[in-house]
């Protein structure tokens, strides 16, 4: 068997970008795919970092899909903006591994009814 190629970050964007439709060319990539790829490695987390953050961001674009360079700038002002540091964001999201390796919950607003309870079947 031959040597895997070590991972980069730009290999991984272009995995996480043809996620779930693989007729894409991978030179762009969509908030939804982003997320997932923040969450599959443990950046998004809904406490420090939300996809409210990363939403506000990225509509900085205006567009629905940002390329490589964008997308570069768009974590930048991610860290930036949530005090985490670039570096090792980078490392993270190089080594997570490719899409769908790890599992991923993504929180529906469905969820939330699951675990409702109404008042009177709440202990105090």
Do not use: H
Not at 21 to 43: A, E, H, M, P, V
């Amino acid at each position: 068997m031959g040597e895997e190629e070590p991972a980069s970050l730009d290999g991984q964007f272009y995995e996480f970008a043809k996620m779930m439709d693989k007729k894409r060319d991978g030179t762009t990539i969509t908030l939804y795919n982003s997320d997932f790829w923040f969450r599959q490695c443990k950046i998004l987390d809904d406490r420090k970092v939300t996809m409210t953050d990363t939403g506000i961001l990225f509509n900085k674009f205006g567009k629905s899909e940002i390329n490589w360079d964008e997308w570069n700038e768009f974590l930048v002002d991610l860290c930036e903006l949530k005090g985490l540091d670039l570096e090792k964001a980078q490392d993270t999201l190089t080594n997570c591994g490719l899409p769908g390796q790890t599992p991923v919950v993504v929180p529906q607003y469905r969820d939330f009814f699951l675990t409702y309870k109404p008042k009177e079947k709440m202990l105090f």
